[in-house]
Structures are given as C-alpha cells and as structure tokens.
C-alpha cells in the first residue's frame, strides 16, 4: 500500500454570490472552486502568477468536466484533492474531488490542461525544470488508485 496521497488543497467558503434561486451553489461556481484549489497544486508544479511575468507563459484549460453529486450551500467550506492521471511536454491530465468539510465528495472534476507559450499564443513544451516537477508529481499519483469517475461520459442510459 502507497503513503501517496494526491495534493489536497486549503479551505474555500461559500459566497454569498454563488447562491442561486433553488438556495445552493449555482454550478457555475463549482468550477471556480475547482480552480482556485487547482491554482494550490499548479503552485506546487511552478505554475502561477510569477511564471506568467518571469517566462511569459502559463496554463490554459482545454476541457474540464464536472460532476455534480451532493448540493453545496452558502457558507459552506470546501477543500479539493488534485489527483495528476498522466502528462506529456506540452498538457496534462487531473482529476480533482470536491469534498465539504464535513468530509462528504459534493462534486469531481476532470481535465485537460494545455501549456501556453503567450506571445503567440500557442501551445507550446514545457521548460525542462517544470516538466521535471510535473513529471515528479505524476510519478507521486501513479501510484494513487484511480478515483472513480474519471472518464465518466454523458448520456441518457435505455432500457434494450
């Protein structure tokens, strides 16, 4: 058994802006949260608001799935695992849980990142040193069971 574990971000709270008519988080804002807590284990990979000014490029998000499992409501704290499935130079691969402080899974959310050269913009190879920490964090994860729900597709399942 790993002592592996996928990076787990701070806590995040609720606003009240994000409350929609039926009283819970609007699912809008699910993906906010998944991505300020993706920012968290981007930092740890030497992505970040320093990496744009100092190399002129920076991460863009080329697909993101969610979903949806328990309601969050207002004032709620919640905190996400970032789980990083596989990579190569120039993208990679996460899959994140959304868990409410209580311990309870409200929400996953899986990805496909793209590294972005911005003076073009284009993708574009990652510098050798951050493909070396992307690359560190992978081999961390390979060793994590695969959370279920990762390529969860979408469809109306019939009765044949």
């Not at 996928?6 to 998944?34: A, C, K, Q, R």
């Not at 691969?93 to 402080?101: N, V």
Request: one cysteine or more; hydrophobic letters at 35%; a negative charge.
């Amino acid at each position: 058994m790993s002592d592996a574990s996928p990076f787990l971000s701070s806590f995040h709270s609720v606003e009240e802006g994000w409350i929609d008519f039926n009283g819970h988080m609007n699912m809008g804002y699910y993906t906010v949260l998944f991505d300020r807590c993706a920012d968290e284990a981007f930092a740890e990979m030497g992505f970040g608001p320093d990496y744009v000014k100092t190399r002129g490029h920076s991460t863009f998000s080329a697909e993101f799935h969610i979903r949806y499992l328990r309601e969050i409501k207002l004032g709620d704290r919640v905190r996400s695992t970032f789980h990083l499935l596989d990579h190569d130079e120039k993208r990679f691969h996460s899959f994140q849980e959304l868990y409410h402080q209580d311990g309870w899974l409200a929400a996953t959310g899986e990805g496909m990142t793209l590294h972005v050269d911005l003076s073009g913009p284009r993708v574009a190879p990652m510098p050798d040193d951050i493909l070396t920490r992307v690359a560190a964090m992978a081999k961390t994860h390979a060793t994590l069971p695969r959370p279920e729900g990762i390529g969860h597709k979408i469809g109306i399942r019939r009765k044949t």
